[in-house]
């Protein structure tokens, strides 16, 4: 529920904001509402479309395949984990 104490506490991480370069808040923290995640999903995808002079479909693309590099990065590094685990049980 939105109250004043809120917006003015907002109002100063607005300016704290506006005032730090180079650097960007999205999302629930930046605007101090509450959003579904799909909606900061989105509004993420349309900042860095927009930085990287990208339609947001195209940014939509890079992000989904960063993210399935990390995701298969991550599995073999957990088949890896799983090998050694599985050996150290035999003892060798």
């Known amino acids: 529920m939105p109250r004043p104490e809120s917006a003015e506490l907002y109002k100063k991480y607005q300016a704290l904001a506006e ?7 999205v999302g629930r923290l930046a605007t101090y509402k509450y959003y579904n995640m799909d909606q900061v999903v989105g509004q993420a995808l349309a900042t860095y479309a927009r930085l ?4 947001r479909s195209e940014a ?18 957990t088949d890896v984990a799983e090998v050694a ?3 150290s049980r035999r003892g060798a």
Do not use: C, N, S
Not at 19 to 25: I, K, M
Not at 65 to 72: D, F, K, L, W
């Open 19 to 25: 005032a730090t370069p180079d650097v960007l808040f």
């Open 52 to 55: 990287m002079g990208q339609k």
């Open 60 to 77: 939509t693309r890079a992000a989904l395949a960063a993210t399935a590099t990390a995701a298969r990065k991550l599995r073999r590094r």
């Open 85 to 87: 685990e599985i050996a």
